[in-house]
């Protein structure tokens, strides 16, 4: 006889895979007609404001391989700072552009890229500016938890000496870990999960 239980249980713990792109990214994975394209595949119009740029994302495991089934999401504020956010209280955001982006990693490569604009400095919640960044989130089979991280610009050297989240980073060996590099109008950010280049991570 099964004896009964009169407690609450753990939920047992899931990964986002493997149907994270299936139910995030149906046209990515040839399922037509749930989406006209896949929510957060466009970030800008030809009416945006800003900078235009491309960033080259790559999820890199412990073994130093790309992982080629990891999505990643990106929010920023735009050209001047604002974030297209109901929350958003000191000005109206640019209203053609979105602010936040999806992409899977590609199947063959293990990389995504992101057509977007240079984001302008925000208010840390001391009201010091913070350097243009991206906010980052990555989900993959084997990620019990979305991991949150931040993207810099090896361009805004100035900027990124003030940040006051940076300025937190206790093993200063491991900002760079947070840096894009540019070449041209492309930045690539590579993340890895473990090693001695792991990426720094936030618990938000």
């Keep these: 006889m099964v004896q009964s239980l009169d407690r609450l249980k753990e939920t047992a713990s899931q990964t ?25 595949d ?3 119009n030809d009416k945006t404001r800003g900078e235009r740029i491309k960033v080259k994302m790559r999820v890199i495991d412990g073994a130093d391989t790309p992982l080629k089934d990891a999505l990643i999401e990106i929010w920023q504020a735009d050209a001047d700072g604002l974030h297209n956010s ?21 199947m063959t490569t293990g990389e995504c890229v992101f057509e977007t604009i240079k984001p302008g400095r925000v208010p840390f919640k001391d009201g010091r500016k913070m350097a243009p ?32 989240v940076l300025a937190r980073i206790e093993h200063r060996r491991r900002v760079p870990t947070l840096i ?17 280049k792991e990426t720094v991570f936030f618990d938000i």
């Design 42 to 44: 466009t970030m800008v």
């Design 86 to 106: 109901p929350s958003e209280m000191r000005g109206a955001a640019d209203p053609n552009f979105t602010g936040w982006g999806r992409k899977p990693t590609d």
């Design 180 to 196: 894009a590099q540019r070449d041209g109008d492309t930045y690539t950010f590579d993340i890895h999960l473990q090693g001695e």
């Design 133 to 164: 960044h991206l906010t980052v989130w990555i989900v993959a089979r084997g990620i019990n938890i979305g991991l949150h991280t931040r993207m810099y610009f090896s361009d805004e050297e100035k900027a990124n000496d003030e940040d006051p």
């Design 16 to 40: 986002a895979g493997p149907y994270v792109h299936i139910g995030l990214t149906p046209n990515f994975c040839d399922i037509p007609g749930v989406y006209p394209v896949d929510l957060g």
